[in-house]
Structure formats: C-alpha cells, structure tokens
C-alpha cells in the first residue's frame, strides 16, 4: 500500500518537481494549488515525465471548510507544504495578505491535520530567516528572526508554530527546510519555472534576455564588498531540492518534535557569476544594467549543509554549469 502524501503548492516551481520525485520513490500523491501563481497544466508535465498521474485539487488552504473535507476524503500519511506568496518584494507592499496566506495558512492545515490525526509535514521554509548573516557559510544553529522583509518575516513566524505545535503534540514531527537559492529545471525539459507573476528572482530575469522578452538583466547593486561587487547566493538545483524533500520525509517518520536543516550547495556564486554561466549554457551574451541595491537585499549568503548530509544522507549533486544547462535546454522547448 503506497503512502499518500497531500502536496501543497504542488503546481508550483519546487512542488512541481517534488512531486515527481515522490511519484518515482513510490509514493501516492495528492496535489492542492490555488492556482494563484501557477497553472493546472503542469499536473500533465508531471504525468510525461513519470507516467503517473497525481490527484488534483484546486484548493486555497485558508478555506477552512474546503481543506477539512479534503483530509476527510484521503487518508494521508504526511504533508509537504510549499503554498506560501513568496516575493520579498512584493511582500512590503502586501504585508497582510502575505501573513494570512504564509502564517495563517499554515496554522489551519495544523489543525486539519490534528483533527485527523496526520503526523508528519514537511515545511517549505527559506534561507531568508536568517536575515542579515554575520558570517558564512550559515549554519542552521545561526541566529534566525532578525529578517529583512516580510516575506521572511512569514517564514520565520511559521517555523516558531510548528515548534510550538510540536511542544503540545508530542506524536507530531516537523521538518522545516532553509533552502537558499532553487534554479535550474528538470532535465527532461519538460518542467521548470513557470509563475503566472513576474519572477522577482534572477533566473528568470536572465531567461527573460535568453527568449528575447527583455534586452538586458537589471542587477541591483554593484557595490557590495565580494569578489566582483555584485550580491552573493547559493544556487542549488530544483531537483537536489526535490531529492531534500523526499529525503526529509523519510526521515520525518521515524522521529518527532521540530527539525531544521539547511538545503544549499555549500558554495556562493556571484550575480555576474551566475550570469556568465547562463551565457555560456545559451551561447547568448546577456546584457545587464546595474541599478541601485534593493530593500532588504545582503550581500553574501550561502549554505553550510553538513548537517542535512550526516542526518538526511542529502547532498547536493548538481553545480552552476547543470543548473544554467538544464534550465536553458527547458526555456528551449517551452518557448
């Protein structure tokens, strides 16, 4: 009997591809999306690429009534959460509505799941708690809270509910997992990143320039103290993600109480870096414009990723060079 596990967000860049790779470990999976950022179609891309066909719902989490009936109809053995507004951008402007869809979207899939006694979830959470780091590479026993937007902010307040849901039911485990920078798409070509919004991340932006919808990469600030001016991130292909998620899960049912770890590659690429390596996968010169920093933007952040290694047994796999080939081979057959 295949455990079945409910997907939030599951239509969406990360959850797309998660989705896959529980299908290929043997698992059954329900997939709820709002379709708010993301579009039903993927469901067939995941289909082509695994031969299976997961259960669909188009679902807000925040509906209360909708999401109890769900729980009522299956009989999950975990969750995997990704539905959350993720532009920290955005999220200053739309501070409210990011809380109730991040924070108060998540407490009422608690209680969903307390009610029908499921014990395991697995927390989309995000390197961005760490606010401003004093030092990298960061680890997760790193200070966390002190974020620079709201979106973190959402984040952040998350991961302290689940401890504290953790603390009053002990049965319950919760893994929460700090991914730094996914890019890249599957390399079959046939999933990637596809957001219904404009993508405030820089992956995009360079696809924008490679298919000919933008002349040129707006890179914020070149002033920062690295290697060539420009901001420093972990990138860490979607699919050593995807591989985290499944590898957190299995881990997840056989402990409890509240566990963080960190998803990164361990090593921090430059904008002008990562921009290169795009040029070099496409054949394309991509052009850039550098423009003042952006609110709430650090200068160096990358992943120390030890501890997912020793007690996930998850690496990641996969450097820049496949990150920029894969995602161009896919931006090559979607447009």
């Known amino acids: 009997m295949k455990k079945q596990i409910l997907v939030t967000g599951g239509c969406g860049f990360i959850g797309s591809h998660t989705v896959v790779e529980l299908i290929l470990n043997g698992y059954q999976v329900i997939v709820v999306d709002d379709l708010s950022n993301s579009n039903a179609s993927v469901i067939d891309k995941i289909q082509s690429v695994t031969g299976e066909r997961p259960d669909f719902h188009q679902i807000d989490i925040c509906n209360r009534d909708v999401l109890t009936s769900l729980f009522k109809q299956y009989a999950f ?81 998350s991961e302290c509910d689940l401890a504290e849901f953790c603390e009053k039911n002990l049965a319950f485990s919760a893994i929460s997992l700090r991914y730094f920078n996914p890019a890249g798409a599957h390399p079959s070509g046939i999933i990637g990143e596809q957001p219904i919004k404009p993508a405030a991340n820089l992956i995009p932006a360079i696809g ?50 509240h566990h963080i ?23 394309r010169v991509i052009p850039v414009k550098f423009s003042e920093r952006r609110q709430g933007d650090v200068a160096s952040c990358y992943a120390e990723a030890d501890k997912a290694r020793q007690e996930l047994n998850w690496k990641a796999e996969h450097d820049l060079p496949t990150i920029a080939r894969d995602y161009c081979h896919w931006l090559s057959l979607s447009n």
Do not use: W
Request: net charge negative.
């Open 77 to 157: 053995d975990a969750v995997m959460h990704f539905a959350a507004l993720k532009n920290p951008q955005e999220s200053y402007h739309l501070k409210e509505k990011y809380f109730l869809t991040n924070v108060e979207g998540t407490r009422r899939l608690l209680v969903a799941m307390e009610d029908c006694s499921v014990n395991h979830l697995i927390f989309s959470s995000s390197a961005v708690v760490y606010g401003n780091p004093s030092s990298v590479p960061v680890a997760e026993s790193a200070p966390a809270g002190a974020t620079t937007n709201p979106y973190g902010e959402t984040k952040y307040r």
């Open 208 to 257: 924008n320039v490679i298919t000919r919808k933008t002349d040129s990469v707006q890179v914020y600030g070149c002033d920062y103290s690295t290697c060539d001016g420009t901001a420093i991130r972990d990138y860490i292909h979607v699919c050593d993600v995807a591989k985290g998620h499944v590898a957190a899960l299995e881990a997840g049912f056989a402990r409890t109480g």
């Open 261 to 283: 770890f960190n998803l990164g590659t361990g090593k921090g690429e430059s904008v002008l870096g990562v921009i290169h390596a795009f040029e070099q996968a496409s054949g």
